[in-house]
């Protein structure tokens, strides 16, 4: 072999040549190419999701945990149940306190109307 920079004959395994001193662009080996695993953006938007708005988090979630074996090799498919879980039993709470405050309203609005003063106090403590 000989060396591209000045043309000097040098040994077929050399790196760099003996007589400029130039690197030997050959390379001796490849290196397999490194594959990383997919991200599955999904499961972990959902993840996050299921704590500030549970609607979107159960949405993002439940996608993410579909695509996770068919397009990711099931990465991630535990963020994605577990932001799942959490959606839901935020929305349970969510809809349980909003429940709990209609029906407050409704009785202490039935009271007033209902019940002298007195009373009204009272269930408003009770209530609240």
Known sequence: MYCKNCGGEINDNAVVCIHCGCAVNEPTHTAAPVQTPKTNVLAIVGFVLSFFVPLAGLICSAIGYKRADRDYDGNCKGLALAGTILSAIS??????????????????????????????????????
């Open 91 to 128: 929305l349970a709470i969510v809809v349980a306190v909003v429940l709990w405050v209609v029906i407050s309203w409704f009785i202490i609005i039935s009271a007033v109307v209902t019940y002298p003063p007195a009373v009204e106090y009272a269930l408003l403590c009770i209530l609240l």
